[in-house]
């Protein structure tokens, strides 16, 4: 079976998306020094590489999703598995009107901001917002674009990391304005490239995965005038194929385990 | 500066005309009302003693200027004093805390001796005798200038600091006497020393009536007291924040319950019986402003009443919280009010007894006992600060919500905080609208509108509409975005609306002090922490359940919003308000009847104002300031406030207050007199100025969201537009406030009124910001008065335009336009120019723009409506001529007729060059059926300085209404505002539907 893919283009090279994936893990857990919890693939679940979108984590707790393609509702239940295993507390998102795809949720540290896309809907977020009730959770229309972090991610604690196409910069002004706090913009020329992983490592400071250069030549030269980040560029032309990007493949969870 | 200079001229002047200023004055005030003086003197001493309460309204005039200079000397209870007042303090009393000693045994004093409930009031009376005469030895000593004015001059004047003690004293006196006058409702008067006073005049001691009153503090225990029956809000707040001990009170207010769901703020500066009504008297001690940033609180036992409205805030599920939320702030509760954990003592269920959430589970007490070990070594205080800097990150922290709908009827949420107003849809916000993005804030009936600033790349300001429950819930949700913007973001509150406006609806302001101006007196706080027993929370948790009325917490997250805070006044008069109070009550007096006592004009507003309560309101932003606040940090906002207060204080220290006499003083007096004259007059003007702008939002309210009402909802609908543009010698307040009470008569709809709450922000704006059109306007109208000042060779020209449109629905309505005219000799305007150029200067220093000259005056509005036919007529005054003229037009349902008197003095100066336009300005004003716009041209022309005022009043109504009676009262009132004028043309348009009797 064939991933999800928003519109038709060259097939996935399987044999170069594995490698560029297993250098994303190597990077997480190798040079980072994450603990990384691989879920096992699952051939009936084309797109279950993509595991930010089966669940939402917020310091302790964890919002199992309802994924807005019927297709990927499967992929959750591996990850239940997974966090259980963490000891999160768990929310399970069972209103079977609720739609709500992890990548279209942009927590900035402060508060959540929604896309309300074709794979997230108002009710999904509001499932989000009584999960994570200490925070505002804002909803941003997304258009032509399959989720809110197809063209944005944070990239710093407090800067947004955001593309420069047209829904790009609308959304990104929505956000502005319904956000009590003022964020710094990080504008990269291309959307795929604004979807990157910040991570705050006690012993390493600001890491920054972003897209190779390779394949974005211009955002990268944006991201490498950060200079307080460790920079990581990383590859992931193959999975982009089928919408795929850096931050689709991992679900980051402070917490140390135990494992 | 120059301004002052002509203050003291004045006084001379005054000196000279009135002969013994002062002791004409001053015998004339205490004959007339002797009680007041009684007042008066109490109040001066309770300023001195005690009460924070007095500070407010002395400071009201002097607030903004003497603010800043004061010192850092004050210490505890002091610091709500004006510096003033605090230096006066400083001869009488050593310490702060002896004042409070003496308050208290003064009371207790005062209690022993009569029966009467507020033991201030009548202790007071005694000593304010005494001191009075001491105060009148002093004031002998003062500039024989100052006390020769009349209050309001010595108000300005103290301001230059020349004043000293003696004569700030004077200043809250005469203050305060206007306030009682004035409609109690209406009227700022926030102290309680003033509500005292009020009482005390009318009432001996011994009839006061008391009624017993209950207050639900935090801690859940009750407070109980007994007050007069007629006591304001002030009172009772006070005497809740003695009992608490609390001196940061502006973060606090008081809340009644209508029923279970709708929670009022109790508004401090109005009687508490006429806001409760029949409801019981029981209230509940809440926190109103959350500060957003509770370590900048100054005294631990305000955070710690900060803490125990949150902790009822989370018990109830009002500020909602996730699981490791509430047992993080729980943990901080117990460690605040236990101490640290004793495994001795605190066992396993220790905790079930503290309410921490809604719904509180085994597990999540667990937890909170896991984290109250990790906290040993926090100080209560300390276990507080951290509560509050937790629970500042809730999103919903601080936020007020009130169901509503949107335009498409689904329910929302509208949370007022102290960024702004907050859309939420099902617990997700959906939009968000900061303080600096709205422009204006109103409600009518039941609907509450905000209009938006545009958006980048937008060209038009939107106007967003919710419907709220009903007319109250609207009212409620209103109020509170008032009171939010003004602490919020403004320097200082601004003062209401003038009560002469026609307008309709709530003059309701916020009358408290700004977070700005708290957070300056709470630095001045000099006070050892004061000791205070944490109370268990158990209490109050446990009672939450069973609900008393009085604790808030009871409503669930859903109720939440129900509970709209009705208008809260619970706060202070701010300095600048009053002082802008003031200044607005010297040029009322002036324009009025000049024999009228000032009390007495008050009164009259009084009147007015109660018209107005039930309209429809706007809150006017002006966001020029706000926008720069955007960008802005704290501190800066708060350097860019202090520079523009500083300005502020610059211009009214140069322009003195006019006395109510003034105006026919110069008249009698010879020019250059006159001339000094003015400058007392600008002050006046400004403030007209203000309600000229206030009238002119209200206008563009109404066809924002009333027209189409108005038009859809009766078929024969009548709009009446009342344009008056009317030269005046003296003010050019007087013709707005004449008009506005014509047109005052016919506004029927209650519910319908306009209001806009941004003047002082205004103010403040304008002096630094040249684009504000107000602040332009302001000066063209003190320049125009300066100009006007020279009565002589002025002609009364009026205009009056009778216009009917006849709208498709049948709307007619009528224009009438009286235009005054005044000339004054090239003489007189020299010297006039004179002064205005100083003025100009001094504007300039204050940065503001002339820019607004540019205005083309327009002298004749005619509507252009889908006329069919139009007929022209045109008398001349003196020679009758008459000119027919007719043009057709597509439409031919309407009949238009223009009928033009006209005087030949008035062809002359139409007729001529343009000449130098000075200035220009309208002023409109509107009720439902009447529209007033007064347009004040001010020209020179070759060394003639030529003022005219056109007014043009707009009736639309149904052919019932008697238009040549209303042409004839326009006339008359135009005549009568502005004797020195001459009326020169008198245009009356008409336009009727065809199928409707021509009226003319």
Same mark, same amino acid.
């Given at each position: ?259 | ?152 001059? /010595? ?71 007994? %007050? ?12 809740? &924040? ?65 803490? %125990? ?11 909602? &919280? ?58 209560? /205080? ?146 050892? /922490? ?13 009672? %939450? ?125 010879? %020019? ?188 004749? &509005? ?57 200035? /220009? ?80």
């Amino acid at each position: 079976r064939q991933a999800l893919r928003s519109a038709a283009g060259p097939e996935v090279d399987f044999a170069r998306a594995e490698r560029e994936h297993q250098l994303y893990v190597g990077v997480l857990r190798g040079k980072l020094g994450l603990q990384v919890l691989e879920l096992p693939a699952d051939e009936s679940l084309p797109d279950c590489v993509f595991v930010e979108d089966a669940a939402v984590v917020c310091e302790e707790t964890a919002l199992l999703t309802r994924p807005g393609a019927p297709s990927r509702r499967k992929e959750v239940e591996a990850m239940k598995r997974a966090l259980e295993s963490l000891n999160l507390n768990i929310v399970e998102m069972v209103d079977e009107n609720a739609a709500l795809d992890g990548g279209d949720v942009l927590f900035t540290g402060r508060e959540f901001f929604v896309g309300l896309s074709r794979r997230t809907n108002q009710r999904g977020a509001e499932i989000l917002a009584d999960t994570f009730k200490d925070y505002a959770v804002s909803t941003v229309p997304v258009h032509d674009a399959l989720h809110l972090k197809s063209f944005c991610s944070m990239a710093g604690p407090n800067l947004i990391a955001i593309g420069s196409s047209e829904a790009a910069q609308k959304a990104l002004k929505t956000m502005q304005q319904m956000s009590d706090h003022r964020y710094d913009k990080l504008t990269v020329p291309d959307d795929a490239a604004a979807n990157c992983i910040y991570l705050n490592i006690p012993s390493k400071g600001h890491v920054l995965l972003h897209r190779a250069p390779e394949e974005y030549p211009e955002s990268a030269k944006v991201f490498e005038k950060l200079k307080d980040h460790m920079l990581i560029p990383i590859a992931n032309t193959e999975l982009e194929k089928v919408d795929g990007a850096l931050t689709c493949c991992s679900v980051l969870i402070n917490k140390s385990s135990e494992l | 500066m120059t301004t002052e200079v002509g203050s003291e001229t004045e006084v001379k002047k005054d000196s000279e005309q009135l002969g013994p200023d002062k002791g004409k004055d001053k015998p004339e005030e205490v004959s007339e009302t002797p009680e007041n003086q009684k007042s008066r003197e109490t109040f001066s001493e309770e300023a001195q003693d005690s009460s924070p309460v007095p500070a407010p309204t002395s400071q009201s005039s002097l607030s903004s200027q003497k603010k800043e200079k004061s010192s850092p000397e004050r210490k505890g209870i002091s610091r709500f004093l004006p510096p003033w007042l605090k230096k006066q303090k400083s001869y009488t009393l050593a310490e702060p805390k002896d004042e409070t000693k003496k308050r208290t045994t003064e009371e207790e004093q005062v209690a022993q001796e009569s029966e009467c409930q507020t033991p201030e009031g009548v202790a007071q009376p005694k000593k304010s005798l005494k001191e009075a005469a001491a105060e009148n030895q002093h004031n002998a000593k003062a500039d024989d200038k100052e006390e020769k004015h009349s209050v309001s001059i /010595a108000e300005t004047q103290s301001a230059k600091e020349d004043g000293k003690e003696i004569e700030v004293e004077k200043v809250p006196e005469g203050k305060e006497e206007k306030q009682e006058e004035k409609d109690k409702r209406e009227t700022k008067e926030v102290q309680t020393a003033e509500i005292k006073r009020e009482n005390i005049p009318q009432k001996s001691p011994k009839k006061i009536k008391t009624v017993q009153c209950k207050v639900v503090l935090l801690d859940g225990t009750e407070f109980s007291c007994d %007050l007069e029956k007629r006591a304001k809000g002030q009172v009772l707040f006070d005497k809740v &924040c003695e009992h608490l001990n609390l001196l940061e009170k502006d973060y606090f207010g008081l809340s009644f319950y209508e029923n279970s769901e709708q929670k009022n703020w109790l508004d401090s500066s109005k009687e508490i019986k006429r806001q409760i009504r029949s409801l019981p008297w029981i209230f509940t001690f809440n926190v109103k402003f959350y500060p957003p940033d509770p370590s900048q609180l100054t005294e631990d036992i305000t955070r710690y009443f900060l803490c %125990l409205q949150l902790r009822q805030d989370i018990a109830s599920g009002r500020l909602p &919280c996730s699981f490791v939320t509430h047992a993080l702030l729980g943990s901080y509760t117990l460690q605040a009010e236990l101490g640290d954990h004793d495994p001795e003592e605190h066992r396993s269920d220790y905790i079930s007894e503290f309410q921490f959430a809604p719904n509180q589970t085994q597990e999540m007490e667990e937890k909170v006992a896991e984290l109250h070990k990790t906290h040993r070594g926090l100080t209560p /205080a300390q276990a507080d600060s951290q509560f509050l800097e937790n629970a500042k990150r809730l999103s919903m922290y601080g936020v007020d919500l009130h169901h509503a709908k949107d335009s498409e009827g689904v329910d929302i949420m509208l949370g007022v905080c102290a960024n702004g107003l907050l859309i939420y849809k099902d617990r997700l916000r959906i939009n968000r609208f900061a303080w600096p993005k709205i422009l204006k804030i109103s409600y009518k009936r039941s609907n509450f509108y905000i209009k938006v600033r545009p958006a980048e790349l937008e060209q038009f300001e939107s106007t967003i509409g919710f419907k709220l429950p009903n007319h109250r819930a609207a009212k409620r949700l209103w109020k509170v975005c008032v009171e939010h913007h003004t602490f919020f973001r403004l320097v200082s509150p601004e003062q209401p609306p003038k009560a002469k406006f026609l307008t309709l609806g709530s003059k309701f302001r916020y009358s408290g002090r700004t977070q700005a101006q708290t957070r300056q007196a709470s630095n001045l706080i000099d006070r050892p /922490a004061p000791y205070f027993e944490r109370t268990s929370s158990k209490r109050v948790s446990r009672s %939450l359940d069973g609900a008393p009325m009085g604790i808030s917490d009871q409503n669930l997250l859903r109720d939440f919003p129900a509970t709209a805070r009705q208008a809260a006044g619970d706060k202070i008069l701010d300095l600048d308000a009053a002082g802008q109070a003031k200044l607005k009550e010297g040029g009322r007096e002036e324009d009025g009847s000049p024999v009228k006592t000032p009390q007495l004009e008050l009164t009259q507003d009084g009147k007015s104002n109660s018209l107005r309560v039930d309209g429809e309101n706007i809150y006017v932003r002006h966001s020029n300031l706000m926008l720069e606040d955007l960008d802005k940090t704290q501190d800066d906002l708060l350097k860019h406030q202090a520079s523009i207060s500083e300005l502020k204080r610059n211009f009214m220290e140069s322009t003195p207050e006019p006395r109510p006499n003034e105006w026919e003083k110069r008249r009698i007096t010879p %020019l250059s007199l006159q001339t000094q004259g003015s400058s007392h007059e600008t002050l006046d003007i400004v403030e007209e100025k203000k309600q000229a702008e206030v009238g002119i939002e209200e206008t563009l309210v109404v066809d924002e969201t009333n027209k189409g009402k108005m038009q859809v909802a009766t078929g024969a609908g009548e709009t009446c537009k009342v344009e008056e543009h009317l030269s005046k010698k003296d003010s050019s307040s007087l013709p707005s406030d004449s008009s506005s009470s014509s047109s005052s008569s016919e506004s029927e709809d209650e519910e319908v009124g306009e209001y806009q709450p941004h003047h002082r922000a205004t103010e403040e704006v304008i002096r630094e910001e040249p684009e504000d059109d107000d602040v332009k306007r302001k000066e063209h109208e003190e320049k125009i008065q300066h100009v006007e000042a020279t009565p002589e060779g002025s002609k009364l020209n009026v205009p009056v335009e009778h216009t009917q449109v006849t709208a498709e629905d049948l709307v007619q309505e009528n224009a009438v336009t009286i235009a005054t005219e005044e000339k004054n000799l090239s003489e007189e305007i020299k010297q006039d120019l004179g002064e205005e150029k100083e003025e100009e200067q001094l504007r300039l220093n204050g940065d503001v723009s002339h820019v607004d000259i540019d205005v083309a005056p327009q002298i004749i &509005c005619c509507s252009e409506p889908p006329v069919v036919k139009t007929e022209m007529i045109t008398i001349s005054d003196a020679t009758q001529r008459t000119e027919i003229s007719t043009k057709e037009v597509p439409i031919v349902q309407t009949e238009t007729k223009t009928i033009t008197y006209e005087s030949p003095q008035f062809d002359s100066s139409a007729g001529g060059n343009a000449g130098v336009l000075l200035s /220009a300005q309208t002023i409109t004003s509107e009720s439902i059926s009447t529209t007033t716009t007064t347009h004040i041209t001010k020209m020179v022309k070759g060394g003639v300085s030529e003022t005219r005022i056109e007014k043009r009043i707009v009736i639309t109504g149904d052919a019932d209404i008697d238009h040549d009676e209303a042409l004839a009262q326009a006339i008359k009132e135009a005549k009568e505002q502005h004797p020195d004028m001459s009326v020169t043309r008198v245009v009356v348009h008409k336009e009727t539907e065809l199928a409707e009797e021509d009226e003319e």
